[in-house]
């Protein structure tokens, strides 16, 4: 129980600690028999009308979805008792139910927004050099002090930011993470990572500190990873996974989808295989040419994207393992989350730019405050064309709406964070841009037909 002594106190600013002493009750004895009783728990935390909506939806597909049910139990049946108290009780309490009302609330009373998350790359050394990294063009020497990013997560909390993401690099190579993340024990951290670096002693300490959430990086099959991570990686990943899932950690994965992979990472044996691993949840990024040696012909063509815009969903339906694509979910999201409308990234030199994809900057951490940041002109720019397009299937600036992106970084002054960063604005990659976002503009109304079919089916 010590180790929620801070979340208890600060959700205790907001609901009865009878409420909070009986839902810590039921996660630390038999949470998996008592699942209904902790969603109506839920229910009672719910500052918000929508979150009510939303746990009475869960409890419903929990009830009728066999796959749905089996994560959950799975989860909580499975998850170490610090797991459950650090990550899970720190998410789903402190960041959704009690952190985002605060979240809304000052961003009315201060006249700016507030995101639900922030991305940091706590370095940017790695051990792999995987070709066409997103991140591979930034500075390999880069790193923040423990003092600044201890000071940006306290002053999220302030403004009821309790989730913390983290990319890199690789953030297992930065040596005070697991000091950051006990010093914030009631805050989430989820990881992405390489995998490579979690050995028995790291998997030990994943457990022990209980708020960190890796998601392992794989390209498909080990064939397919191998070729892009290295030889051998893919066996090290999943080795990863088996020390994770025998000591109770919560994991996922992250799959970056290309015309080469596509079919390969959402088919039911690579799938099935994550769920037999142990991944509960994983993210779906589609390939942006960016970063090292960008190649515009690995994006998914437009058929592709379609077949993604209904084979994830299915997915989820039907396997226990929550699946999320970012560009073909926007109605989930109602279009982009970046440029601190629900999220921004923070680069280990200290940059700060509106998304993981697009590299430009006005401000820096070292110099600036979290306010200042969250009050950028290129976040006024980003902010008031969102979402860029009244259809929710085209929510990127980047692929989508490419013109968007061009008069944000004109009107706000940005400057690239690295060299050849502007190509997504110009030259062959820009027109190659333009050319796919018109044709994926093209198809919407029938991936929106398709998916009306399966709804109603």
Known sequence: M???????????RYVSEKVL??????????PVNHIERL???????ARQEGHKQNIVALEKAINSNQAIRQLAEGVLGD??????QGLLYNFFVNSMLLGVPRQRHLSETLGYNIPHFILVDPTSACNLRCEGCWAGAYAQHDE??????????????????YWIVMSGGEPFMYPCLFDLAARHNDMAFMLYTNGTRIDDRVADQIVEVGNLSPA???EGWEERTDRRRGPGVFKKVTAAMDRLRERGAVFGVSLTATRENMEEITSDGFVDFLVEKGARYGWVFHYIPIGRNPNPDLM????????????????????????????NDGELTQGCIAGGRRYFHVTASGAVEPCAFVHFSTHNINEHSLEEILRSPLFAAFQKRQP????HLRPCPIIDVPSALRDIVAESGARPTHAGADEVLKGEVGEHLDRRAAAWAAVTAEVRSRQTMRTVG
């Open 300 to 327: 998914l063509t437009p058929e592709q994207r379609a077949y993604m815009a209904t084979r994830v969903p299915t997915i989820r339906q039907n396997k226990p393992i929550v699946l999320a694509d970012f560009w």
């Open 144 to 161: 923040l002090s423990f003092e600044r990013l201890d000071r940006l997560c306290a002053e999220a909390k302030e403004l009821g930011i």
């Open 39 to 45: 969603l109506s728990i839920g229910k009672l935390l």
């Open 79 to 84: 998850a170490h008792p610090n797991i459950l």
């Open 388 to 391: 860029f397009c009244g259809d």
């Open 2 to 12: 010590e180790k929620w002594g801070t979340n208890l106190e600060f959700a205790k």
């Open 216 to 218: 392992f990086s794989l």
């Open 21 to 30: 002493r009986e839902l810590l009750n039921y996660l630390s004895s038999d």
